[in-house]
């Protein structure tokens, strides 16, 4: 048959079961990736001696090879790693004790945290200069300033970014079955596999990544709104 | 064996290298393809007619809220059920086909807004002082607007064909043997070991030449922006 709408629409709440691990995915590398693209943009920022120069190279790099590349170098990386410490510490482990969550977290947050770098260095150089030094004369600590003067307003410039790095996020989330995590396009595959009906299931999986792309769309827009309310921009 | 082994890795370089005719032929029958759509769909949303412009903006909106390699999925596995029903059958046709459609049509989305931006970035009073002089609108566009376009564009085009170069990777999960697909090849023969040191020399291929399409595309910019006053120093 060419297309059976009653299986596709039955498939539906079947493939809806992965769409919290998609989520799980994407929301830990984002917070992740935030963590990792903080850190290096204030390496870059303050020019800290070592690390700004492993700051670039780690950017350009994340920046210059494909998301499935890195996720099959942080796969191997991580058992090599494995293999190092237990060996060192003597222990008895096997590989197949790591969690395969572990290695989709891990590659995603290190490609997040690349980009988000990137983001978060020009939200936070979109803030005036002026706003931290009158920070520091009304007697604020530099983290203190950060916490309660920069970071809320470099947070209104950086969101759109933000929502696209997390949209990109959930759309990259679909390479984790690679490392064997069960999200919403392994599942669409597992279930096509059982039955040989690849067409169904791979456009009722495409109709939930659409749906979840457009909700957290407006999602963000909203947020925006939100935090723009008392921005003045320019108006003609 | 623990260890990593830098002389095997140098050693597999030459052996993936072999696969990147193939891939560039991907990418740049995906960008023909593509800037052909991608012309398409951009006239149909700065056309007068609302329902072609609805279906350009879905279109767009589908693309780009979908993954690739589903996107990919979908060609491979729905393009011959699709053709099936005029009869055609394309099922015994080499997988490159597949890839370099479904690549196409998603840079196609994506080069569509990259155009559009461009040219509305443009100045209105370019086309109206072209108008004045007397140009027809093909004579307009082709002389006027579209060399200012493009040099608006380059920096979104040259990122574009980064993506595009990058996504290619995929196509070796259906079974096209381009970059990765060679190396899951050397791989294989050498019964699964070194698996890590392949990918490294993977990774290094990858990030080698789009450093150098990086630097390609900067070139072109500073040669298209010449006589260009730009805000800052």
């Given at each position: ?236 | ?29 995906s960008l023909f393809f593509g800037t052909l759509l991608g012309l398409l769909l951009t006239s149909m949303k700065l056309g007068?007619n609302?329902?072609s412009a609805l279906i350009a903006t879905g279109y767009v909106s589908f693309i780009r809220g979908t993954?690739t390699?589903?996107q ?30 479904a690549f196409s049509l998603n840079s196609g989305a994506f080069l569509s807004e990259v155009m559009r931006s461009a040219y509305l970035a443009v ?18 566009l082709?002389?006027?607007i579209f060399?200012?376009a493009f040099?608006i564009a380059l920096?979104n085009l040259?990122n574009s064909i980064?993506q595009l ?69």
């Open positions: 048959m060419f297309f059976d709408v009653q299986y596709a629409i039955k498939q539906f709440p079947v493939i809806l079961e992965a769409a919290p691990m998609t989520l799980l995915i994407a929301v830990v590398a984002m917070l992740l990736g935030m963590v990792i693209g903080f850190s290096l943009t204030l390496c870059r920022m303050y020019r800290v001696p070592i690390l700004n120069r492993l700051a670039i190279l780690y950017i350009s790099f994340i920046r210059g090879t494909p998301i499935l590349v890195q996720i099959y170098v942080t796969f191997f990386g991580i058992q090599f790693l494995f293999q190092l410490v237990a060996r060192a510490m003597g222990w008895n482990a096997s590989l197949g004790s790591i969690p395969s969550l572990l290695y989709a977290f891990a590659a995603f947050s290190i490609n997040a945290g690349a980009f988000l770098s990137e983001t978060i260095r020009s939200a936070l150089s979109s803030v005036e200069a002026g706003q931290m030094e009158a920070a520091y004369s009304v007697g604020l600590s530099t983290v203190q300033a950060m916490r309660r003067i920069i970071i809320p307003q470099a947070l209104v410039s950086g969101l759109p970014n933000f929502g696209n790095a997390f949209l990109l996020l959930i759309k990259g989330s679909s390479l984790a079955f690679t490392v064997m995590v069960v999200e919403i396009l392994s599942k669409a595959k597992i279930e096509a596999g059982a039955g040989y009906r690849y067409t169904e299931n791979f456009v009722v999986a495409s109709i939930i990544y659409w749906g979840m792309c457009f909700v957290f769309e407006k999602v963000f827009v909203l947020l925006e709104n939100r935090l723009k309310r008392y921005k003045h921009e320019i108006t003609i | 064996m623990i260890g990593f082994d830098i002389g095997y890795m140098f050693s597999a370089i030459p052996l993936i290298v072999r696969a990147i005719p193939l891939t560039f032929v991907i990418v740049v029958l007068k609302p329902v993954p390699l589903l990919l999925y979908l060609v491979y596995y729905g393009l011959p059920k699709v053709l099936e029903l005029v009869g055609v059958d394309i099922n015994s046709w080499d997988r490159v086909f597949f890839a370099i459609a100045d209105i009073g370019q086309q109206e002082a072209a108008l004045s002089v007397g140009m027809g609108s093909m004579q307009t082709r002389r006027i060399p200012q040099a920096p040259g980064i170069l990058k996504e290619t990777s995929l196509a070796f999960i259906i079974g096209v043997n381009e970059i990765m697909g060679q190396a899951q090849l050397i791989i294989g023969r050498g019964y699964g070991v070194r698996q890590f040191e392949t990918f490294i020399a993977v990774s290094l291929i990858y990030w080698a030449i789009c450093f150098a399409m990086e630097k390609g595309f900067a070139f072109l910019e500073n040669i298209y922006k010449k006589g260009h006053r730009e805000i800052g120093r």
